[in-house]
């Protein structure tokens, strides 16, 4: 069977005339003969304000609850689809996670699929049904509806084309589809036509918001081909997959910037052997993410400066555990939160000297002072002054070519 699977996400189906359109598309690929299936996030702004009705209700929701009630959205768009598809002639009907069913392992709230049964499905399929499939959700050992996270109806998606051996994994969206940096933020940004996903993990962990890292890993994991593309227009997208199909690669492919990251210095800190192990170990019991790290030895060799970065929101709380830690000793503490993170990415950097001097000497050139530094494999990492991200984006966007 020629099968291909088509996820829709919250904008795409935020209105009844959006639907109507992404009933026009499903129908499109039934013309050419494939086996569809369908699968949806809720309307936009839908889970948003169940989330909010929870929270109105309890400070502490029970959070086997709380997947039952924001799991509701997807529902409702699922059976919105299937009746638009209906009154155009086809034959479908909305399927929950729990009928198929779309078996889950994990806590409640961020649970992962482990299995989908595809005896009914298939057998729908095969009889010329559109089955429309909620996202995001499955039921896990104890029969409970389970919730897969951020970006879960991306990774439903991904998984169903693992399981039924998909030719196509489609993501319809807003946009369409990857850009060398945030369109937003610079008017010259282009759409990437192909990716690899290691550069789309890096992209989607920095900042690019069309997918989540967790689903982009799914797919890379699966080899699972995705185009992203947007439900507007008719134009093709951006292809993710894996290194080996990237052909004629530029050195870099994408930038991007996250302006909600915060600096953390400690002066003066005791240079010790796990002195940095005593600092970090309370940020991890209090699921605080630190990112960027440098230390510098003083010149007596007897103190440090530690330096790392986290997300501005757990500024308050860094704080607070770093001043009750009575492990530490250091001279002052400071903080900045008028800061962001400027990265490129590019599997070219791999085998091309020179990409480091080209993005300092580029910031260097526009007075942009580099405050941290950070780098893997296929990625370098700038921390910088906020006020200099639009200038740093257009900097380095025209030094490597990204606009032709």
């Known amino acids: 069977m020629k ?38 996030s809720a309307m936009s702004g839908v889970t948003n304000d169940l989330v909010k009705k929870s929270e109105k209700i309890s400070e502490n929701f029970s959070e086997a609850e709380y997947d039952v009630l924001v799991s509701s959205g997807e529902q409702v768009a699922c059976s919105l689809i299937a009746g638009r ?54 039921i896990n ?15 439903t998606a991904i998984m169903i084309a693992k399981f039924f051996k998909a030719e196509k994994c489609i993501i319809y969206t ?3 589809g990857i850009y060398t940096t ?4 610079l008017s010259k940004a282009k759409k ?28 890379r994991l699966n080899r699972i081909d995705i185009e992203v593309k947007s439900s507007f227009k008719r134009k093709s997208g951006t292809l993710i997959t894996k290194r080996s199909n990237v052909i004629n690669y530029k050195i870099i492919t994408g930038i991007t910037s996250t302006p909600n990251d915060a600096k953390v210095t400690l002066v003066g800190v005791k240079d010790k052997p796990g002195v940095a192990a005593s600092i970090f170990k309370p940020f991890s019991k209090n699921s605080i993410n630190v990112d960027m790290v440098v230390q510098n030895i003083s010149a007596n060799g007897k103190e440090t ?64 002072n580099i405050l941290v530094i950070s780098t893997s494999e296929i990625k370098i990492s700038v921390l910088i002054d906020k006020r200099n991200t639009k200038n740093a984006l257009a900097a380095l966007h025209k030094e490597f070519n990204l606009h032709k």
Do not use: C
């Open 192 to 219: 990437i036509k192909i990716i690899s996903y290691e550069e789309m993990l890096e992209m989607a962990s920095l900042g690019a918001k069309v997918m989540q890292p967790v689903s982009i890993q799914d797919a």
């Open 141 to 155: 050992k104890n029969g409970r509806v389970a919730t897969i996270g951020r970006g879960g109806s991306d990774a």
């Open 174 to 176: 807003d946009v369409e």
């Open 305 to 368: 400066d530690l330096t790392f970065t986290i997300k501005r929101e757990d500024l308050k709380k860094t704080r607070k555990i770093i001043l009750e830690n009575k492990k530490i000793k250091f001279r002052k503490l400071l903080f900045d939160s008028e800061v962001s993170k400027i990265s490129i990415i590019g599997v070219g950097m791999i085998t091309t000297p020179g990409v480091t001097y080209r993005m300092f000497q580029t910031l260097a050139e526009n007075n942009i």
């Open 3 to 40: 099968i291909v699977v088509l996820k829709f996400g919250g904008t795409s189906v935020g209105t009844i005339e959006k639907i109507k359109n992404v009933a026009n598309i499903i129908e499109n690929y039934k013309k050419k003969k494939y086996r569809v299936i369908v699968v949806s």
């Open 85 to 138: 598809l209906i009154h155009k002639g086809y034959r479908s009907r909305s399927w929950m996670a729990w009928q198929i069913p779309i078996i889950t392992e994990g806590e409640h709230t961020n649970s992962r699929i482990q299995l989908i049964s595809k005896k009914k499905i298939v057998n729908y399929i095969k009889d010329g049904g559109i089955p429309i499939i909620t996202g995001f959700q499955g």
């Open 182 to 185: 945030d369109p937003n933020k």
